[in-house]
């Protein structure tokens, strides 16, 4: 088991840039989520997907940002344009759908810096 | 609404000694409660959880957590703290969410165990 994997793990962009982040989830796993941490406000959600479908996206920031899931294997988060309080640590998690017993497997994170 | 609240951002204790990290919560229902733990440049990683039966959850590293439906709490403890515990701890609740499962984090506790 490989575990969640999160690319790059570093970003350092320049605001107004087009920022990805990738992540590829445990297999098998069918709900994913995408979170941003800063020392400022935590550990906050801003989208998760059940079977490549977003289910709740209210906790993404403004429309600058955007996520998509095309497969089961790959979930991608954008930023455009960034700005500089975008700058957070980003993880994806994945876990077992319909199972609220199920707990969250993180990745490393992508540790973004907009300047 | 759910919430989660860790009422302290840092616990400090000496190793040997017994450690405890709080979290109270709210939650509409019966409550999945989890604790999480990380370490700098890592994602979270399960450490236990709740769901039903036994008040005393035991968990990875000799962690347990003691739920208490009366006061909604859903304390972490250690018998003996080893420095290598030292690390940011989270407490989560996950609840039903129209068409999927959100869980919710609390702030973060960092525990700081001095040799």
């Known amino acids: 088991d490989a575990g969640v994997i999160q690319s790059p793990r570093h970003e350092v962009t320049e605001m107004g840039q087009e920022v990805t982040l990738r992540c590829k989830p445990i297999s098998g796993h069918n709900s994913l989520f995408w979170y941003r941490q800063t020392m400022m406000r935590g550990l906050e959600l801003l989208i998760y997907f059940n079977n490549n479908v977003p289910i709740d996206d209210s906790g993404m920031p403004e429309d600058r940002f955007s996520a998509k899931m095309p497969n089961a294997s790959f979930s991608t988060l954008k930023i455009q344009p960034s700005e500089p309080r975008d700058s957070a640590v980003y993880f994806c998690a994945s876990t077992e759908q319909g199972f609220l017993n199920s707990p969250l497997h993180f990745g490393n994170g992508t540790r973004l810096t907009v300047t | 609404a759910q919430s989660v609240a860790q009422p302290e951002d840092q616990v400090n204790v000496a190793e040997g000694n017994p450690l405890t990290v709080k979290c109270t919560y709210s939650?509409?229902?019966?409550?999945?409660l989890f604790w999480y733990v990380q370490y700098p440049n890592r994602g979270l990683q399960f450490l236990l959880k709740y769901i039903t039966g036994d008040n005393l959850v035991k968990g990875s590293y000799g962690f347990e957590a003691e739920f208490n439906k009366s006061q909604t709490s859903f304390h972490l403890k250690k018998p003996s703290a080893l420095v290598s515990d030292s690390a940011l701890y989270f407490c989560a609740v996950r609840a039903a969410n129209t068409g999927g499962f959100k869980t919710i984090f609390g702030a973060g506790t960092r525990l700081f165990v001095k040799a």
């Open positions: 939650v509409s229902g019966n409550p999945y």
